[in-house]
């Protein structure tokens, strides 16, 4: 449909003599769809438009002829057929109730796409993972300080104030109080008013001489941190600090054997569980277990399997101390 330019002011083509109608003087209203081109002057061109243009403002009238008519008016609303005044109290409160409401999920919640995934966490920046590198070494440093002093025996037999902890071990009021606050904050010890009390899923690692006592391990760490603490030194020479080969290790008191190989069964026991779950031995099998330490594996398969014959091969020194633990726990006749 083509679209007719004039000059403004000029006379148009389309105006007749006629009186206008009584709705002209509503106002100017667009063209229906099908009805006369829009005839007006271009903002830009003025009456010399260039072919191109005019034909794009042909095609966009003829695709899209609804646009330059008078838009459609919307159907008028159905009446309601029922009243909602003349409903029985509470009707609409039971209606709301019998709608199925939407879960609150997290993730892909349309159809088709699975289970919601669970939102990841924000990744810690750099800067954030190095300064928590930094002041690792802080908490560590209070553990073995606790450790050598003897705070946590001492409020193990019965909770007890900073003043009565510093009293007994020997160590000034102020600075014991800080140390304790700060294993509060690691969680290693709990705080009820002015007392402080070892949890006691944690006594077996922090209390000598509690059933299963694991502070063997807390003993060897305290010496490494030490070494730790020179590791530069290592680098340049080339040569280790602490020599925690087997021969220095098992060579020196026995009571620090027993206690390191105690210290390696307590903690091994959910590892060790966890094993015989996930590759389990047929009923009458038989086991060597080699460098077992404490036997803790030979003594969890030997507890899920019938008949099994478990024999426990390691050093000597390593060797003792294991019998002293699996007699204690009554596995002597089974691992060997």
Not at 35 to 59: A, D, W
Not at 213 to 225: I, K, N, P, Q, V
């Amino acid at each position: 449909m083509p679209i007719l330019w004039w000059r403004r002011g000029a006379e148009s083509p389309l105006r007749s003599s006629r009186p206008p109608h009584p709705r002209a003087q509503r106002g100017p209203h667009p063209p229906r769809p099908g009805g006369k081109p829009v005839v007006k002057e271009h903002p830009q061109y003025g009456t010399r438009i260039p072919p191109e243009e005019l034909e794009f403002l042909n095609q966009h009238q003829r695709q899209h002829p609804q646009r330059a008519g008078r838009p459609q008016a919307t159907p008028p609303r159905m009446p309601r057929t029922h009243d909602l005044r003349q409903e029985r109290p509470g009707a609409r409160e039971d209606r709301r109730h019998e709608r199925p409401q939407r879960s609150h999920r997290v993730g892909n919640s349309r159809a088709g796409e699975g289970p919601p995934r669970p939102v990841p966490a924000p990744a810690e920046s750099p800067v954030a993972i190095l300064g928590k590198t930094i002041h690792s070494y802080q908490m560590s440093a209070a553990l073995f300080a606790a450790h050598s002093l003897g705070v946590f025996p001492t409020i193990h037999q019965k909770p007890q104030t900073s003043e009565d902890v510093a009293r007994r071990c020997g160590a000034d009021p102020r600075g014991t109080e800080r140390l304790l606050n700060a294993l509060v904050a690691m969680g290693i010890l709990h705080k009820h008013g002015a007392t402080y009390v070892v949890p006691r899923e944690l006594a077996p690692y922090v209390v000598p001489g509690v059933d299963g006592d694991a502070t063997g391990m807390l003993d060897l760490s305290s010496e490494l941190f030490r070494e730790w603490s020179d590791l530069s030194r290592a680098v340049k020479e080339g040569t280790p600090l602490h020599r925690l080969s087997s021969d220095a290790l098992l060579s020196g008191d026995p009571s620090r054997v027993r206690s390191y190989i105690r210290a390696v069964h307590t903690n091994s026991r959910q590892a060790a569980q966890r094993v015989v779950e996930m590759a389990p031995l047929l009923p009458g099998s038989k086991l060597l277990d080699v460098a077992g330490g404490s036997g803790i594996f030979a003594a969890e398969y030997a507890r899920a399997t019938p008949d099994l014959e478990a024999t426990l091969f390691d050093l000597a020194p390593t060797i003792e101390a294991a019998k002293e633990i699996l007699a204690a726990e009554n596995m002597e006749d089974r691992v060997t």
